[in-house]
């Protein structure tokens, strides 16, 4: 598995407007990818794509050389997902809320791996607590914790700093240090050049910069959003 993402010639329309046109992307295993843009880009588009939420109109996507969405059922086992929103169930607890994406997703070891996370992100003395009562930065770490929960080989993570403090951030940048393979979406756009090795950026559904984030210049990128 030598190829984390491969999108070649990738289409998503809702009716007569397409989200995203022709888009051709490569990620390899171990790459941090920031996905930049203006809102309406189709970078979330793209997210729920590879993460089996939505089907391609058009191209040929893969995951693991895995095709989409004939191999759905297999690639959900190798991703972990975060998305727009924490999508938490607010009258369970933060527990049950991992034991639960963790019972469907055949975490194994799973008491010790909430115990593990819950920890990790901050919230195990509020394990008991039901979720409604958290902020929404607490809600984000809950979120982020059930995508590591499983391990997976690649996480997608949409907006994945939004709510957070400056502890958070810390805890973020510390999360996706960790050699895995992630594609992930942000509208702070210097935040996004530092989290990630690469980043590529879509306007109106096609992709219009793909570099190193280091070689990127931030006042480029803002007229190619603003154009």
Not at 36 to 43: D, E, Q, R, S, V
Not at 48 to 56: D, F, G, I, Q
Not at 78 to 87: A, D, R, S
Not at 93 to 111: H, R, S, Y
Request: net charge positive; proline share 5%.
């Amino acid at each position: 598995m030598s190829v984390a993402i491969r999108a070649r010639g990738v289409g998503r329309a809702f009716g007569a407007i397409w989200a995203l046109r022709g888009v051709d992307l490569t990620v390899a295993w171990g790459e941090r990818v920031a996905l930049l843009g203006p809102n309406g880009a189709g970078k979330t588009t793209l997210l729920r794509l590879l993460a089996t939420l939505l089907r391609p109109t058009a191209g040929d996507l893969r995951v693991a050389d895995l095709p989409l969405p004939g191999a759905a059922d297999r690639v959900r086992g190798l991703i972990g997902y975060l998305g727009h929103q924490p999508g938490l169930l607010p009258d369970l607890t933060a527990w049950e809320n991992l034991w639960l994406a963790g019972q469907l997703a055949g975490v194994p070891d799973l008491a010790d791996r909430c115990a593990v996370w819950l920890a990790r992100v901050g919230l195990w003395e509020r394990r008991a607590d039901r979720v409604r009562t958290f902020s929404r930065g607490m809600q984000q770490r809950l979120a982020l914790a059930r995508a590591f929960l499983a391990d997976p080989p690649l996480l997608l993570l949409d907006e994945p700093d939004a709510g957070l403090d400056a502890q958070g951030l810390d805890l973020l940048e510390d999360l996706l240090a960790g050699g895995r393979t992630v594609l992930l979406t942000t509208h702070h756009l210097e935040r996004g050049l530092a989290l990630a090795s690469r980043a590529v950026v879509l306007v109106r559904g096609q992709v219009v910069a793909d570099a190193p984030a280091a070689a990127l210049d931030p006042a480029a990128v803002r007229a190619w959003c603003a154009a």
